[in-house]
């Protein structure tokens, strides 16, 4: 059973921090990793990616140079490490799990059920 489950939300101020982290279990093979979001009334969008060894990363224009994620394949974790932290950041925040395939991340194909980040 493929399972994939974020913790670490919350609320924070702006120009806060916090740290997700997402547990991936069932599952082998070489993958990509990921965060999504989803404000209300909008749509969802990619926040970042890593390759499966972890060389590769891609950001969404809006948090390059304040996110940062990283994952840790001996225990099948993901985290995305969150700083000055903006109110339109707020959002569900959803682990994902894509194909590697030719040197990319493909789109994600398993989702977990989502943590909640508020910035006020």
């Known amino acids: 059973h493929v399972q994939l489950v974020e913790s670490g939300g919350g609320s924070v101020q702006a120009g806060g921090s916090l740290r997700l982290s997402c547990a991936a279990s069932?599952?082998?093979?070489?993958?990509?990793m990921g965060w999504y979001r989803q404000a209300p009334g909008k749509e969802r969008e990619g926040v970042a990616r890593?390759?499966?060894?972890?060389?590769?990363?891609y950001y969404a224009d809006s948090v390059k140079g304040r996110f940062t994620i990283s994952r840790d394949n001996n225990n099948q974790m993901a985290y995305l490490q969150m700083n000055s932290l903006k109110p339109e950041d707020t959002g569900v925040y959803y682990c994902?799990?894509?194909?590697?395939?030719?040197?990319?991340?493909?789109?994600?194909?398993?989702w977990g059920q989502g943590t909640q980040v508020t910035v006020s």
């Open positions: 994902t799990i894509g194909d590697w395939d030719a040197g990319s991340c493909d789109a994600a194909f398993l």
């Open positions: 069932g599952y082998t093979g070489s993958y990509c």
């Open positions: 890593m390759s499966p060894g972890g060389s590769l990363t």
